[in-house]
């Protein structure tokens, strides 16, 4: 990943490989007198999938480990958190397909009685994150 502040050219662009040093890109240009109205950040594919190769799987764990060592534990991911959020991301995907409006992109909850309530993106998470503990149905929220 690179970063560049305008007005400094894409050439000059700051390569990043850890997110202490992301962390500590943003905190230099938000504590300048005049902090910048705009940041590119460039996502380079190509190093993304030469990294991906250096990773290896554990299947019976499901943590991922990788060839070379990293001094910044906040950005060790595991494949189950990984997959975690996948069905996160399925089975709120389901509650969007079923409870979507037709006439705008908002969500609408219809209940026994008729009474219509608004979806909010954090009531979706929070039926989804339900959902997946066996404490809610697609039909049902929970409490």
Same mark, same amino acid.
Do not use: C, Y
């Given at each position: 990943m690179c970063v560049f502040i305008p007005p400094? *050219? *894409?050439s000059e662009a700051v390569d990043i490989e850890k997110f202490s040093e992301y962390k500590n890109i943003i $905190? @230099?240009?938000?504590? +300048?007198?005049? &902090?910048p109205k705009s940041m590119t950040v460039l996502i380079l594919l190509d190093k993304i999938k030469a990294f991906s190769k250096k990773v290896?799987?554990?299947e019976e764990d499901g943590v991922g480990i990788s060839s070379?060592?990293?001094? #910044?534990?906040? =950005? !060790?991911?595991?494949?189950?958190? !990984?997959?975690?959020? =996948? $069905?996160l991301g399925r089975l709120r995907g389901l509650? $969007? #397909?079923k409870y979507q409006n037709p006439n705008d992109a908002g969500y609408t909850y219809i209940c026994d009685n008729g009474d219509r309530l608004p979806l909010t993106p954090f009531m979706m998470k $929070?039926?989804? +994150?339900?959902?997946? #503990?066996?404490?809610a149905s @697609?039909?049902? &929220? &929970?409490n």
């Open positions: 400094t *050219k *894409k $905190e @230099i240009a938000l504590s +300048r007198s005049t &902090p290896t799987g554990n070379e060592s990293s001094s #910044d534990t906040e =950005q !060790d991911s595991t494949h189950v958190g !990984d997959s975690l959020e =996948q $069905e509650l $969007e #397909d $929070e039926w989804a +994150r339900a959902l997946f #503990d066996h404490t @697609i039909t049902m &929220p &929970p």
